[in-house]
């Protein structure tokens, strides 16, 4: 009994559960606080940002949460090589940030849209920086997320406070992107102090050839990053681009309920993806897979039923635009949490990257043709972009359904053999 609560991977989830219950907690506080007092028109504009500035946090991890946890796993118990692939991929990353920062200027500068409200995107850009800073994947990659957990909820508890004693009015709302920058900045750093001082990292500069070898291994995994971010992220910034910042505003309350519950499960996700890389234990898995999509489904049942309640108790509103939308999204969130863990803790560990990956590839291709008959037709909305991302989201769970059931992995067990093995057996 001792063994099973020691296990890493309980040690890891209750790590990430506590995180994943203070970035619960958090937003209760301060997102309906900013929905009231910044108005939804300026509260649309923060969140437009936020989805805008996500498109560079893609570009600059590039992949690297799930590469890099994956080769930092693999070299757990050699320092030397640790050193070697944490200097190559923070050098990677950092060129990528550099890459990212001309680009926003270059597109502040000749876009209208963007340069009437350039010092919005300016502060919100911290949060890359931060972002590229942190070495998720490194302390992912170690087992060792009570780092992740003690480093994150720090640092946004410090960021709550601001929020309240400087936030007052409409007018306070450029405080907002530079209070979670600031945040971000701060988590980035306090992570690689504690990678060079814990776990002796020692820092060197790669070369040129180290650099872009280490971005052709990602890059299979940032195409299928950038592919969940067309039809993640772009909801929000098409509404902004061809909508308004009140539209946008009115989506975003309920897309973050939305996301609330989707992360609820991220620490089962971050938990499993690097035992699954380490141990392939199907038996374990299809444990895990089963009661997380039972308890999820019976969850979302329950909140379909008290949607209206639930904008009332959060936003102090029960508007009925972000009321139609949270259904809609409720019932994508029945398909998604069985789909992600179907994705990269499965399919992923157990040699089949290609099919998580075209998964994604293949369904945001689907959902930008959607959003563009949308924004042609004049039928975008909040409703309607909700029904886009149900489709989506329901395209790439069958589509996983489908690789798991040609392959036959629920049948492994732990006798599990490489796809190369069983070509050739």
């Known amino acids: 009994m001792l063994k099973k609560i020691n296990h890493p991977l309980v040690g890891n989830f209750i790590s990430l559960l506590l995180l994943q219950g203070v970035n619960y907690v958090l937003p209760l506080v301060t997102v309906p606080y900013l929905f009231r007092t910044l108005n939804v028109e300026k509260y649309g504009l923060i969140n437009f940002s936020a989805a805008f500035i996500q498109y560079f946090i893609v570009f600059t991890d590039f992949g690297y949460n799930l590469s890099a946890t994956k080769l930092i796993a693999e070299a757990k118990d050699d320092e030397a090589m640790r050193s070697r692939i944490f200097s190559r991929i923070m050098a990677s990353k950092l060129l990528l940030l ?55 909820i ?43 001082r814990i776990f002796k990292i020692s820092f060197y500069l790669p070369s040129f050839k180290e650099i872009t070898e280490s971005l052709k291994d990602s890059s299979q995994y940032f195409v299928s990053r950038v592919s969940v971010s067309l039809y993640t992220i772009s909801n929000s910034f098409t509404l902004g681009l061809f909508g308004s910042n009140t539209i946008v505003g009115y989506y975003a309350a309920a897309e973050k309920l939305f996301t609330a519950l989707q992360s609820a499960y991220v620490p089962v996700n971050n938990s499993i993806y690097p035992y699954m890389a380490k141990t392939k234990n ?133 006798h599990f053999t490489t796809p190369a093995q069983r070509v050739t057996s």
Request: one cysteine or more.
């Open 98 to 152: 550099l890459v990212g920062i001309i680009f926003l200027l270059i597109i502040i500068t000749v876009s209208d849209k963007f340069g009437s409200d350039k010092l919005v995107y300016i502060f919100s850009f911290g949060m890359v920086v931060g972002n590229t800073l942190f070495p998720v994947w490194f302390f992912m990659g170690m087992e060792k997320m009570k780092f992740i957990t003690a480093i994150t």
């Open 282 to 414: 199907v038996t374990l898995f299809k444990k895990i897979f089963w009661g997380i999509t039972v308890l999820n489904s019976a969850g979302i049942l329950i909140l379909l039923f008290q949607t209206e309640e639930v904008l009332r108790l959060i936003y102090k509103t029960t508007e009925t635009p972000s009321a139609d939308a949270l259904r809609i999204l409720l019932v994508a969130c029945i398909i998604i949490v069985p789909s992600i863990l179907l994705g990269y803790p499965l399919l992923g560990t157990l040699g089949y990257t290609k099919a998580a990956n075209r998964s994604v590839i293949m369904s945001s291709v689907l959902h930008l043709l959607g959003l563009g008959f949308l924004v042609v037709s004049g039928s975008l909305s909040l409703v309607t972009v909700s029904y886009m991302v149900l489709i989506t989201e329901s395209v790439v769970f069958l589509l996983r359904v489908y690789a798991v059931r040609k392959y036959k992995l629920f049948n492994l067990e732990n």
């Open 154 to 196: 720090v640092t946004r508890v410090l960021s709550v406070a601001p929020i309240f004693l400087f936030v007052t009015t409409s007018n306070d709302y450029l405080l907002v992107p530079v209070i979670n920058s600031t945040g971000a900045v701060i988590s980035g750093i306090a992570g690689l102090v504690i990678a060079k």
